[in-house]
C-alpha cells in the first residue's frame, strides 16, 4: 500500500479483555516498530521486528503484551487482560532498513479501556 | 539510560514571528537525532535526519542544526499552517528514543 495502515482506528474495550491491533507495514519494509503515546508523553518504544524476528522485545510493558510478526509483512500487537493504564494510542512504524532509513509511522490505534 | 527533553512544551507565535525549538539528549552511541512532525490524530512524519555536529538541514520555513548535545528546530516566519507538535528523537542502533514534543500554533 502507499503508506502503513492501521487497524482498529479506534478501540473502546472493558478491563479484563483481550485485544488485537493491527499493523500493514509499507510493502518491501524490512523493519517494523511499534511505539505507545499517552497523552502528554512522549513516544514510548515497544517492540522491533526485523523480518519476522524481534531483536528487542524490551519495552514491552508487561507480559501481558506480545507481538508478531508473519511473512516479513502484517503484524499483531496483542495484549491480554486489559488494564486502564494500557489505555494509550499504539502507534505502528516500518522501514526500508534499520534506523539508516526515516521511519513511516500509521495513523496509530486509539485503545480506550473503560 | 537514553533521554531526550525538548522545550518549551507549547509555543504560540504570530504569524511571521520567527522562534526556535529545542532538543537536548543524552544517548549512547547515538546513530542520528531526527526531527518528526505530528498533526492530531495522525501519526507522526518525518522532517529530517541530522548525522553529526555542525550539520544543518532546511526545509520551506524549518531549518534543524545539531551540537554535541542539543538540536534546535527554527522555524522562519511561520504560517498557520506549521501549527503542529513537533517531535524530537535520538536513535541508536534501531531505537528511537522521543522527546515529549512541542506544540506550536501560530496564529494569523
Known amino acids: 500500500g502507499a503508506g502503513v495502515s492501521q487497524s482498529p482506528s479506534n478501540k473502546v474495550t472493558e478491563k479484563g479483555k483481550d485485544v488485537e491491533l493491527r499493523c500493514d507495514p509499507i510493502?518491501?519494509?524490512?523493519?517494523l516498530y511499534w511505539y505507545r503515546q499517552s497523552l502528554g508523553q512522549g513516544l514510548e518504544f515497544l517492540i522491533y521486528?526485523?523480518?519476522?524476528?524481534?531483536?528487542?522485545k524490551s519495552g514491552l510493558p508487561s507480559d501481558r503484551f506480545s507481538a508478531e510478526r508473519t511473512g516479513g509483512s502484517v503484524s499483531t500487537l496483542t495484549i491480554q487482560r486489559t488494564q486502564q493504564e494500557d489505555s494509550a494510542v499504539y502507534l505502528c512504524?516500518?522501514?526500508?532498513?534499520?534506523?539508516?532509513?526515516?521511519?513511516?509511522f500509521g495513523s496509530g490505534t486509539q485503545l480506550s479501556v473503560l | 539510560e537514553d533521554q531526550v527533553t525538548q522545550s518549551p512544551e507549547a509555543l504560540r507565535l504570530q504569524e511571521g514571528e520567527s522562534s526556535s525549538l529545542n532538543c537536548s539528549y543524552t544517548?549512547?552511541?547515538?546513530?542520528?537525532l531526527f526531527w518528526y512532525r505530528q498533526d492530531p490524530g495522525k501519526g507522526p512524519e518525518f522532517l529530517f535526519t541530522?548525522?553529526?555536529a555542525g550539520e544543518e538541514k532546511e526545509k520551506e520555513r524549518l531549518k534543524a542544526t545539531l551540537t554535541k548535545k542539543e538540536s534546535f528546530l527554527h522555524i522562519t516566519a511561520p504560517k498557520p499552517e506549521d501549527s503542529a507538535t513537533y517531535l524530537c528523537?535520538?536513535?541508536?542502533?534501531?531505537?528511537?528514543?522521543f522527546g515529549a514534543g512541542t506544540t506550536v500554533t501560530v496564529r494569523a
Open positions: 528523537a535520538a536513535g541508536n542502533d534501531y531505537k528511537l528514543s
Open positions: 510493502s518491501g519494509h524490512t523493519a
Open positions: 512504524a516500518s522501514s526500508r532498513y534499520r534506523l539508516d532509513e526515516k521511519l513511516f
Open positions: 541530522l548525522y553529526s
Open positions: 544517548v549512547s552511541g547515538l546513530r542520528g
Open positions: 521486528f526485523q523480518g519476522n524476528s524481534a531483536p528487542d
